[in-house]
C-alpha cells in the first residue's frame, strides 16, 4: 500500500512524540515519489557543473610601477693588504718588526683595517713620513716611509680611505712599505691578522 504524499493532519495530530511541523516534513521528504524528483535533479545538477566552464569575474588591475634605481655597489673589506698588488721584499723577525711590501713611488697606500688616525709624523730619519692608525682593542698599524700623506691626526678611516703614497723617506733603501701591526704597543706578526 503507497502511503499519500501528504498526511492526514489527523494522523499528525494524533502523534504523541515529536514535533509534528517536523513530523510532517519528514513524512514528505521521505516519500519514495519526492526522494525520485529530488535524487534525479541532485543528479543532473552535479552532471551539468562539469561541462560549464567557470569564468570568473572580472577585477580591475592595479597598475604597479617599477623604477629602476641605479646605485653604485661597493664593497668594503674588513682587513687587507695596503697596497694593491703584494711583493714582499723582507718578512717579520726579532730584527725587523714588520713585513716590506715592494712598489714605485706614488702607489697608494690604504688601511689594513678601518680606525682612527692617531699619530702622523715627517721625519728625515726612521720611519720618514709615517702613519699611525688605531684600529680599536688596543690594534695599532704603522705605515713608513711615505711620499706623501694625505691624512690628518684624529681623522675616520676605512679600508677605501687613500692614506698617502709610497716613497723612500726616512732610513730606507729603495722605494718600498714597511708595514707593522702592534697589539698593546708591541710589535707582532703581521700574519696574524692579515689575511692569507
Known sequence: M???LFPKLE???NTRSGNKLSRFFRHVFEHKNVKKVLGANMAIMV???RFVPIIPSPVEAEETVIREIQAPITT???IQYPTKEIRITQGY???HPGLDLDGITGDEIKPI???RVEAVSRLKYAYGNA???NHGNELTSLYAHLSTIRVNEGEEVTTLTKLGEMGATGRAFGDHLHLEIRQNGVPINPYLVLPR
Do not use: E, H, Q, V
Open 131 to 133: 702613519i699611525l692608525i
Open 2 to 4: 503507497d502511503l499519500p
Open 76 to 78: 668594503i673589506r674588513d
Open 47 to 49: 552532471m551539468a557543473t
Open 113 to 115: 683595517k678601518a680606525g
Open 93 to 95: 723577525s726579532f730584527f
Open 11 to 13: 494522523d499528525i495530530k
